[in-house]
């Protein structure tokens, strides 16, 4: 972002403070936003005095949904952060298009990611994956983009990826390594069966077996509805099954029995989820299995992991098959269309291809909260798949906040 292009967004930051009226409700509030030019967005504050008490160069948006009590569920609040209003703006217009581009889904789109720059930089890219010739979509991006800039990969039939020209707003991408033979020594992993079920509870990051494969268990999801907790994992894991409601779930226990988990309650096949109600003796809970368990306390929104790329911070996961590993975001906010005749939304790119295998869905992508004690975290998101094509490199799952907007679930 230029710097005529913050010194008029720090101006515009300035009159709309002059505008406003503390007293003013929430709706007015918004309106006074949007009318001074920002996106609606902008409404996730805590209120006006939260907005007036910013720099005039910083705006505060919610980050994440913390439990005020962490072992309350039902206690979230929003937490907040300010962030320079030059960042804000150009990660709202990354958002803006990269849900264009969806929504007009172009013969050979493939799929974007918005991928927010530094706040130093006050940047946001936009990359799209395409599977036909650039010079056919061209000026269709051209168009679309004006002042965002795209980065631009073509993926064609044979798996090959191809970078392509710097036009106007497009640049290049990046020129990322073939990762050919990446699924060598796979068959090594075994998986991370719990030694024994103790206290009614059973962590999540280890094996659960569904009538047809396995997959791990994610940490327990809460109904807002019916203040009621729900083990989960990934819908994919029913494969064969186009409606698993009432399929049973089990915990395999190393030298011992299969436990009972209890029964699909409800089925997302788009988001790649799946409910399950306890109906045994365990009882699903908000713990991660690593050598010093770990408490999930929130969840990151969708600015917040924005907010969490823009620090170069990395996300964690704990799978059923490779255990714990981290990576780095790649890109928020995703959209894709690789893999079915739909495309899935709200989606998080982190990571690379060996963080992920086969019986590893169903985990969550997580990261430290920053204002909890040492073994608080929050959660990002959930893991469904890998990339397979030559030339990228990452694992993607839909987004908690994601989740949260279609659904109301929360973690």
Known sequence: MSGETRERSTRRLATIRDRLDTGMDRREFVRTLVTGGYAVGMAQFLGVEDFLSADNGDVPIVTALVREDPDDPWSLT??????????YAAVESAIELN???????????????????????ETATVSVGISRDWGSVRDLLNQLATGIPVDIEAIFDDGGIDDLEDVGDIEDADDLESVDGIDGGRDSFEPRLVEDVHEGYVPSGVACETPTSLATLGPALYSPDTEQAFFVTAEHAFEGNPDPVGEPVSLPVRDSDHVSLGTVASAHPVEDFATIEPTGD?????????????????????LGLADLMARGERLEKVGAMTGHTTGAIQGIDAVTCFTDDFCRYGQIRWGGQMDLTDGDSG???????????????????????????????????????????LHGYHF
């Open 282 to 302: 365990i009882e699903p809970v908000s713990l991660i299995d690593t050598q010093s368990p770990l408490r999930v306390r929130g969840q990151y929104t969708k």
């Open 99 to 121: 849900e264009r581009l969806a929504q007009l889904a172009f013969t050979g789109y493939l799929g974007s990611a918005v991928v927010p720059g530094s706040y130093q930089s």
């Open 363 to 405: 985990s969550v992508s997580f990261h430290a909260d920053p204002a909890g004690d040492d073994e608080d975290v929050l959660i990002a998101g959930f893991n469904n798949a890998r990339t397979w094509w030559p030339g990228q490199s990452y694992v993607w799952g839909v987004g908690a906040y994601r989740l949260t907007e």
């Open 78 to 87: 929003e937490r907040t952060r300010y962030v320079p209003a030059g960042w």
